[in-house]
């Protein structure tokens, strides 16, 4: 079912069905600027063009780019300097939501604590309840 939003773009008020984020004439526009953008990067030596010069160029902001790319309308394998900002650290990145090198640090991190978690266990395990008094002299 459909509910009433507010178009982050104009502010006007459209049916969200799930498909678009934005109301129809933004929808419009923005997909004017996609085949702007597009006919941009299909010329041979645009095609390493970086975010900056994408956007100096056809006038687009880089907050829509970094969307076409995260929803695979633009694809870096194409477009090798194209990508969108990683969740945690705001990285390039061009797959998933995290960078590369956040990836491995939140798999570094939850492998030190499924070690500390297996030490706890262990030494619960291993725990008999007996307890040694010291002798007061």
Known sequence: MAEIKDCPSCGNF??????????????????KQYEEVYRFLRRRENRAATIERIVEVTGVTETLLHKWVRKGR???A???NLGYPCDNCGKLTAKGKLCETCT???K?????????????????KNDTGTYLAEKKV
Do not use: H, M, Y
């Open 14 to 31: 459209f049916n969200f069905t799930g498909i678009r984020d934005v109301c129809a004439n933004c929808a419009k526009d923005e997909e």
């Open 74 to 76: 633009l694809q870096p």
């Open 78 to 80: 194409l477009f090798p």
């Open 104 to 106: 491995a640090e939140l």
């Open 108 to 124: 570094s991190e939850l492998r030190t604590f499924d070690a500390a978690q297996e030490f706890r266990e262990a030494v619960t």
